[in-house]
């Protein structure tokens, strides 16, 4: 097993990757699709950002900060962490904060797994 397969199947097992969307949306160009993500885990902030939000309790950042990640984690083909999101935005398009802030668990443990894929790979 070469390293992209490795990679790949790495993405599948931890975050439900939908592999062949999204490499068709990179044009097959495994080195973009992996710039793009490395990009992600390290200078976008949404994931710190609506954290943040969650925690001082400001309903409208955090509706903001869920939508872009979920945007952007659907459009990298993570799907748990996209799902994970879209189930946050829904309660805090309804106003509840609270029951939202319970996904933050699930949240970070699939940020952590992708991130940590992306230390291992694409360094």
């Known amino acids: 097993m070469n390293e992209n397969d490795a990679f790949y199947n790495a993405l599948e097992d931890v975050a439900a990757w939908d592999k062949e969307n999204t490499l068709d949306r990179f044009m097959n160009n495994d080195i973009l699709f992996k710039k793009f993500l490395g990009k992600f885990i390290t200078t976008d902030s949404s994931y710190a950002k609506l954290r943040d939000s969650l925690k001082e309790g400001n309903l409208e950042d955090a509706k ?3 939508h872009t990640l979920k945007g ?3 459009n990298l083909g993570l799907v748990k962490l996209s799902g994970i999101s ?3 935005l829904s ?3 309804k106003g509840n904060l609270e029951d939202a802030s ?3 668990d699930a949240l970070e443990k699939q940020y952590d797994a992708v991130k ?4 291992k790979f694409c360094a």
């Open 86 to 88: 879209n189930d946050m």
């Open 64 to 66: 903001l900060y869920s």
């Open 91 to 93: 309660l805090l398009r």
């Open 72 to 74: 952007i984690a659907a």
């Open 116 to 119: 940590e894929i992306v230390h």
């Open 102 to 104: 319970r996904y933050e």
